[in-house]
């Protein structure tokens, strides 16, 4: 954010209790950090050849800064019934407060700040700030909660800066340095376009090999049947679409023909016996079932045991693991 009409100073206290306030709120919110504005301080430069002359270190100014700013009870005044508290305040807030501020006595002259050090308001941390076309700016940073879905937390962030248009003073704009909800969108397109490839390679092998229309289009409904099953059991886990869930689909589309082309093979062969279609299928599935069976237990036993995995590894693959499984059995 930046403005060509407001102060800096004030700009960046408009953008913290405002825009950061009201940007926190947003369900999967954890944090705004506000980056640009500095909390004010009095930064005090000594000259190496100054104190060298008045025979001074470092550490007696420093001695002196913490001790003559000081904001602590002095006393007790003790009363019959009660005891009294009392405070003087001598801390120091501005530049020429502390430019004033006795740090030694030469010869019973009092030797102050100013006469070897150079004293100055400045802020905290001097050697940051932020500019973006020309214009000094303010950033913030949001950062979503564990577990929430950086795309939804986005879209809702963009939403509530978009509603504050309207109010904004004039003259204060704003505009989006980096999104990582972009970074995910861009991933899975591309894994998208990744399973659509996939299973057009898929189909068209198995046409290659099958021969007809029909045995092509048998085969490969395994695959839009298979892929909606495993939606709906992911979203009865409470899984989303990520880069994982997607990996385990678009590989599984190799796996989830498999049981459907080998059925399809053995009632061919029983029509070309001379059987019923209806007969060739009972036939052919009752052949070839116990083999689709060891066939699909022996797929799955090969991810079971990245379910158990312990620690980070097993957190990030178990759910592909899981997805991957459940394909090859609904395919079955």
């Known amino acids: 954010m930046s403005s060509t009409t407001i102060a800096y100073e004030d700009f960046a206290k408009y953008a913290n209790q405002v825009f950061a306030k009201l940007i926190s709120m947003v369900n999967g919110v954890s944090q705004v950090q506000v980056y640009g ?28 800064l913490s001790s003559n700013s000081a904001n602590l009870p002095t006393g007790t005044m003790y009363g019959d019934a009660r005891d009294y508290s009392l405070q003087a305040n001598s801390q120091l807030m501005s530049a020429d407060q502390f430019s004033q501020l006795v740090v030694a006595y030469r010869d019973g002259v009092p030797l102050r700040l100013n006469q070897v050090a150079a004293v100055f308001n ?10 973006i076309n020309g214009r000094r700016s303010i950033i ?4 979503k909660q564990p577990g929430a879905n ?53 189909v068209m092998v198995i046409f290659i090999f099958l021969g007809t229309a029909s045995s092509t289009i048998v085969a490969s409904a395994t695959i839009p049947v298979s892929i909606l099953g495993l939606f709906i059991v992911m979203r009865l886990l409470n899984y989303s679409v990520d880069m ?21 093979e053995n009632i061919v062969r029983h029509r070309e016996m001379g059987k019923t279609r209806l007969q ?34 097993g957190r990030l693959l178990r759910e592909f693991a899981i997805t991957i499984s459940v394909s090859i059995l609904l395919s079955a």
């Open 150 to 202: 950086t795309v939804e937390v986005a879209d809702q962030v963009k939403a509530v800066v978009q509603s504050l248009r309207e109010t904004m003073p004039p003259g204060v704009s704003f505009g989006k340095l980096a999104d990582n909800a972009d970074t995910v969108r861009d991933s899975i397109a591309e894994v998208n376009r990744t399973l659509i490839l996939t299973i057009g390679l898929v």
């Open 244 to 264: 994982f869930s997607m990996m385990a689909i678009t590989l599984s589309v190799g796996f989830i023909v498999d049981d459907a082309i080998v059925m399809i």
């Open 122 to 131: 400045s802020s905290t941390n001097n050697k940051r700030t932020f500019w």
């Open 37 to 64: 504005p500095e909390d004010p301080a009095i930064r005090v430069q000594a000259d190496p050849a100054r104190l060298a002359a008045y025979g001074l270190d470092l550490e007696q100014i420093r001695t002196a």
């Open 280 to 313: 060739a299928a009972i036939y052919g599935a009752r052949e070839v079932g116990f083999t689709i069976i060891s066939m699909t237990i022996s797929l799955v036993a090969v991810f079971v045991p990245i379910v158990f995995l312990n620690g980070i590894l």
């Open 140 to 143: 913030l940073a949001v950062r």
